[in-house]
């Protein structure tokens, strides 16, 4: 995700999480500042939103209309914005003559809950880490037009879609099953999807041998042996994420587990509420408590909830939260 460079009153902007490595990264911008905050499970994390929403722009390029943009918008772009970013994106069928290679692959992000996909190669898992797959294997490689013509064959022979709303892998994501069911459930659907092989799979496209990838471990959702937690907190599922910002809400936690986009913060009532950073773009940000050191970003003592939350089962929103 990316965040347009907006001159502000002296909040940072946060840009979004970012997975390059097999750890969260807080990206933020602040003026012509820029940082980046290397996330860790059982630390702080903290902010108060100050003023209005600001469209993020596209492609790397500011709004021209500085445009206000609803505080429940997971895209942070006003429509004009979202239409340029997504004509110049590889969904968009656009770039033919791309000449990277691409990878398929096969994601699982809880039971009854798959999809197939496409990523360039040279960024290797990252695409399954920002979606928060569970556990996925490669399928295949090759030019982006047979990537995207082999997704097509899967997904009308499977019966799978190319994409899973945040909301029910978060829903599913509370109660995951064992390492071998896991394991297991992505080895059956590389099996169906290779018998597809020469029934319109294209002959460019080089089959790549299964590999399960579990990364429980990686979003910390492996609760008996995540780091920087406590016994208590190991048993918490969270029921609660919160729906939007506001002018002048605090979100501030400690950092339990991560996925995709979404931050598991453990706060101050005992639960766990999940923050999708995704709604925190194009908000200016500042610190709710001191600054430590040349960042700026703050160290959170305690936690605080101070913005509208909703149940991640699909209930109604919370009351007196705000």
């Given amino acids: 995700?990316?965040?347009?460079?907006?001159?502000?009153?002296?909040?940072?902007?946060?840009?979004?999480?970012?997975?390059?490595?097999?750890?969260?990264?807080?990206?933020?911008?602040?003026?012509?500042?820029?940082?980046?905050?290397?996330?860790?499970?059982?630390?702080?994390?903290?902010?108060?939103?100050?003023?209005?929403?600001?469209?993020?722009?596209?492609?790397?390029?500011?709004?021209?209309?500085?445009?206000?943009?609803?505080?429940?918008?997971?895209?942070?772009?006003?429509?004009?914005?979202?239409?340029?970013?997504?004509?110049?994106?590889?969904?968009?069928?656009?770039?033919?003559?791309?000449?990277?290679?691409y990878r398929v692959y096969l994601a699982w992000f809880g039971p009854g809950m798959v999809k197939v996909g496409i990523t360039g190669e040279e960024r290797g898992a990252a695409r399954l880490r920002e979606q928060g797959a569970v556990a996925f294997s490669w399928l295949g490689r090759g030019p982006l037009m047979a990537a995207r013509r082999t997704e097509e064959v899967l997904r009308a022979a499977l019966g799978v879609p190319d994409r899973i709303p945040y909301a029910k892998k978060r829903a599913v994501r509370r109660q995951l099953p064992g390492s071998e069911e896991r394991a297991g459930a992505v080895a059956e659907l590389y099996a169906r999807a290779a018998e597809l092989e020469g029934r319109g799979w294209p002959e460019s496209l080089e089959r790549l041998p299964l590999e399960v990838v579990d990364q429980v471990g990686i979003f910390g959702l492996d609760l008996d042996h995540a780091p920087g937690r406590s016994v208590r907190e190991s048993a918490l599922a969270p029921v609660r994420s919160v729906r939007e910002l506001v002018d002048g809400g605090v979100v501030a936690g400690r950092l339990v587990a991560a996925a995709g986009p979404d931050l598991h913060l453990a706060v101050a009532d005992g639960g766990v509420v999940v923050l999708d950073t995704r709604l925190i773009t194009g908000w200016d940000l500042t610190a709710v408590t001191r600054a430590t050191g040349a960042t700026e970003m703050p160290e959170v003592i305690g936690s605080d909830v101070r913005v509208p939350l909703i149940d991640i089962g699909g209930g109604g929103v919370q009351g007196g939260l705000f």
Avoid: Q
């Fill in 1 to 101: 995700m990316t965040c347009a460079v907006r001159e502000s009153g002296g909040g940072w902007r946060c840009a979004g999480v970012r997975w390059p490595r097999e750890v969260p990264e807080l990206g933020w911008s602040r003026g012509g500042d820029r940082r980046v905050s290397v996330l860790a499970y059982g630390a702080g994390l903290g902010f108060r939103a100050v003023g209005e929403r600001h469209c993020v722009g596209a492609r790397g390029n500011v709004c021209p209309l500085g445009a206000v943009v609803p505080g429940r918008s997971t895209g942070g772009r006003c429509a004009e914005c979202a239409r340029l970013d997504r004509a110049h994106s590889v969904a968009a069928d656009t770039m033919a003559d791309d000449p990277r290679t």
